[in-house]
Nanobody, 114 residues
Framework: VQLQASGGGLVQPGGSLRISCKTSGIAFKFHNMAWYRQAPGFQRELVAS???????NYADSVKDRFTISRDNARTTVYLQMNSLKPEDTAVYYC?????????WGRGTQVTVSS
């Protein structure tokens, strides 16, 4: 099972960024997927999740700014981030549960700064 996040970078406040998580080794279309983030000195927190049926949930802090989506043909989950704020700065990780175990990608750094 591999979860490979990419697309992070440096963006100015108010800007946009889309990060991706390419998966392999799982029957992707049957898996719920999620994005988490962890900022220095803080615990990892759930940002957004999407079920196998494409039902979506968001943390209050990102609602109306971030959009999670999935492409089953590409076995990839995306996070579109708009109106970015400095407090969105963190390492972003994709996540799924595989046979009862939480699986994590390596993470991609998102830095929001002028």
């Amino acid at each position: 099972v591999q979860l490979q996040a990419s697309g992070g970078g440096l963006v100015q406040p108010g800007g946009s960024l889309r990060i991706s998580c390419k998966t392999s080794g799982i029957a992707f279309k049957f898996h719920n997927m999620a994005w988490y983030r962890q900022a220095p000195g803080f615990q990892r927190e759930l940002v957004a999740s999407i079920t196998s049926g494409s039902d979506k949930n968001y943390a209050d802090s990102v609602k109306d700014r971030f959009t999670i989506s999935r492409d089953n043909a590409r076995t990839t989950v995306y996070l579109q981030m708009n109106s970015l704020k400095p407090e969105d700065t963190a390492v972003y990780y994709c996540n799924t549960n595989y046979r009862g175990e939480e699986r994590w990608g390596r993470g991609t750094q998102v830095t929001v700064s002028s």
